[in-house]
């Protein structure tokens, strides 16, 4: 399995060169803990409205994300 990098910019976890989220390619191999913010049952709805860690990491879109990137 390839080793997921971690958006600098929003924590988005990829396995790309470039971040798929925010087209950063600012990305870092180092980082710990792993969100999953799954897709809320109307796909329009912002996930900060429904959980707390989306909120606190400011996500706004489902995926994988990084909890801390150095
Ligand atoms: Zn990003």
Not at 13 to 23: F, R, S, V, Y
Not at 26 to 32: D, E, V
């Amino acid at each position: 399995m390839t080793k997921m990098k971690a958006c600098r910019q929003c924590h988005y976890l990829t396995t790309e060169n470039q971040c798929p989220n925010c087209k950063s390619t600012n990305l870092s191999s180092s980082y710990t803990g792993i969100v999953v913010i799954l897709p809320a049952k109307d796909p329009h709805d912002d996930p900060r409205k429904s959980s707390y860690i989306a909120d606190r990491l400011s996500i706004d879109k489902p995926g994988k994300y990084a909890l801390k990137v150095r």
